[in-house]
């Protein structure tokens, strides 16, 4: 025989109609559906608060984020960024330090996280060691950038060396 899928707010349905024939107790109720005692009470307060709307699940998402950057901060961060947008954040968050002394500003990583979600674009960054390549350099040729040849060679301008070319 299948089981039969039950949903938690009928399974607190089920709880509260049997909790209101007043015939089983708190504790025999808990054990019958298979819930603690403190999970029971809590069912129990919340439909005697709420009413019906209480059988249904609450949201687990948190009322407030306390270490959320202020909105206001963010806003500025997000206006200085378009207004120079190849500064870096550790550039704006110091202009800002000089503007308002007394404000208390994220970390560098957080002032460059807020930027994508605002609409900016974060600057490109070389890794290093590397060098922007002349424009003037034919596709496929040869190019030294500081590390060595990179590039394609092609294949016409290549020398065969065999073992005996060696010596």
């Not at 709880?15 to 209101?20: A, G, I, R, S, V």
């Not at 949201?59 to 407030?64: A, L």
């Not at 202009?95 to 974060?122: D, Y």
Request: a positive charge; proline letters at 8%; one cysteine or more.
């Amino acid at each position: 025989m299948p089981w039969r899928g039950v949903t938690v707010s009928e399974q607190r349905q089920r709880f509260l109609e049997d909790y209101k024939l007043n015939y089983y107790s708190v504790t025999e109720l808990a054990e019958r559906f298979g819930i603690s005692r403190k999970t029971a009470h809590k069912w129990i307060t919340r439909y005697k608060e709420l009413g019906q709307s209480g059988f249904h699940e609450r949201s687990r998402r948190p009322h407030s984020c306390p270490w959320q950057t202020d909105a206001a901060i963010v806003e500025e961060v997000v206006k200085l960024r378009k207004a120079h947008p190849h500064w870096g954040p550790r550039k704006l968050l110091d202009l800002m330090v000089r503007r308002n002394p007394r404000w208390e500003l994220p970390s560098v990583s957080t002032g460059a996280g807020s930027w994508p979600e605002k609409g900016c674009q974060t600057p490109a960054v070389l890794s290093a060691g590397a060098s922007r390549v002349p424009e003037d350099h034919p596709p496929g040729s040869q190019r030294h950038l500081g590390r060595g040849l990179q590039g394609a060679v092609p294949l016409e301008e290549r020398q065969l060396l065999l073992p005996a070319d060696r010596e």
